[in-house]
Structures are given as structure tokens and as C-alpha cells.
T-cell receptor, first 112, second 112 residues
Framework: DVKVTQSSRYLVKRTGEKVFLECVQD?????MFWYRQDPGLGLRLIYF???????EKGDIPEGYSVSREKKERFSLILESASTNQTSMYLC???FGRGQPQHFGDGTRLSIL | GQQLNQSPQSMFIQEGEDVSMNCTSS?????WLWYKQEPGEGPVLLIA?????ELTSNGRLTAQFGITRKDSFLNISASIPSDVGIYFC????????????FGQGTRLTINP
């Protein structure tokens, strides 16, 4: 079974802090994704990566950056956290084009 | 752009009832995916469909890939309390098949 592991289930940070969310997958998947999920807005893609050191903006990249130095690890960075970034963050990975994505358990991030 | 419309948005049923939900689009999809998300967890892949007309089962769940390629259906037979959650349909984006387009979800509530 595919395992996507997010480093924290719950995280509380303060406005202005630099925040790192980590995601690791164990299936040698090419593609990795970061989403945020808010009530009434569904799943929104922040960034994705289709190879090591490659990244592409999703639908809502503003205020975020990402890093993929190794194939199995994809990090989401909030450069200067703001209260409107309080949300559920979901990481996913997939093997290739048209293949299903497999999700981690999510990180519920609160910015105070 | 591509959109997936799920219906109904929410369902309130009695334990033991059968459930039907669907997902429609104005665009053709070559793959249909169904996910379930339980409260506080990440989405879990239930069924993947790759061929028009395909009917696939996973236990009490059955999903069909519509022959027009513009819709898909998910049925749950003899519902039980652990079926509670949000059910999402998804399909590859024309903007890059690594990405998925998600429906807004059908929230299922079961009265014991």
C-alpha cells in the first residue's frame, strides 16, 4: 500500500513565523502535490512537483513556496504565516500522468 | 475550465439504506476516481475507473464510468455507520494530467 506521511497532524504557529510542512512518500512516485482544504471551497491545489527540483504553481500559490530536494520528500513553506493561511493542508503523490493521487492524513494548521 | 458537479451535495439516510450519488461534467474524462474522506483525515481512494461503461465494485461500493465519458456514479448498498464521510469524484485535468480536478463532494450522514 502507498504510504504518504505528513510530519504533523496539528500545528499552531504565530503570524509572521516561517512554517514548514513536510511530506514523505514511500512508493517512488514521480508526482507530489500540496492542497489546502477549507469549508465550502473544496480542495485547492497550491503547488505540485513532477520531478526532483521541479515545481509548478497550482491555483493558489501566493504566500507559499515548496522544495523538492529528494524524490520522496516534498515540503511546503509559508514564508511569513498569516491568519488567512489557517487551514487543513493535504499532501498527495501519484505515479504518473492520469494515475490516482494518494493522500496523507493532513495537517491542521492554525495561525494565531 | 473543467468542472465536476456532484449531486447531491448532502444526504441524510437511515442505516441499511442504499445510497446513490453522481458526478457530471461538460468535458470528457478518460479516468474517473472516487475518494472518501472521513472527518479529520485525508481522502482515501475507493475506486478508479479507466474505461467508458466500466462497472467496478469494492465491497458494498459500486462505481460506473458513464458511456458518454461525462459522468460517473457511485452506489453504496446497505449503508452502515462507518460509511459516514464526504465522497469526492475526481478526474485528470486537461491542463496537465498529473493534476486532478475534484468535485465539491457529497456529504453522507447516517442515522443509526
Amino acid at each position: 500500500d502507498v504510504k504518504v506521511t505528513q510530519s504533523s497532524r496539528y500545528l499552531v504557529k504565530r503570524t509572521g513565523e516561517k512554517v514548514f510542512l513536510e511530506c514523505v512518500q514511500d512508493m517512488d512516485h514521480e508526482n507530489m502535490f500540496w492542497y489546502r482544504q477549507d469549508p465550502g471551497l473544496g480542495l485547492r491545489l497550491i503547488y505540485f512537483s513532477y520531478d526532483v527540483k521541479m515545481k509548478e504553481k497550482g491555483d493558489i500559490p501566493e504566500g507559499y513556496s515548496v522544495s523538492r530536494e529528494k524524490k520522496e520528500r516534498f515540503s511546503l513553506i509559508l514564508e511569513s504565516a498569516s491568519t488567512n493561511q489557517t487551514s487543513m493542508y493535504l499532501c498527495a503523490s501519484s505515479f504518473g500522468r492520469g494515475q490516482p493521487q494518494h493522500f496523507g492524513d493532513g495537517t491542521r494548521l492554525s495561525i494565531l | 475550465g473543467q468542472q465536476l458537479n456532484q449531486s447531491p451535495q448532502s444526504m441524510f439516510i437511515q442505516e441499511g439504506e442504499d445510497v446513490s450519488m453522481n458526478c457530471t461534467s461538460s468535458s470528457i474524462f478518460n479516468t474517473w476516481l472516487w475518494y472518501k474522506q472521513e472527518p479529520g483525515e485525508g481522502p482515501v481512494l475507493l475506486i478508479a475507473l479507466y474505461k467508458a461503461g466500466e462497472l467496478t465494485s469494492n465491497g458494498r461500493l459500486t462505481a460506473q464510468f458513464g458511456i458518454t465519458r461525462k459522468d460517473s456514479f457511485l452506489n453504496i448498498s446497505a449503508s452502515i455507520p462507518s460509511d459516514v464521510g464526504i465522497y469526492f469524484c475526481a478526474g485528470p485535468s486537461i491542463q496537465g494530467a498529473q493534476k486532478l480536478v475534484f468535485g465539491q463532494g457529497t456529504r453522507l450522514t447516517i442515522n443509526p
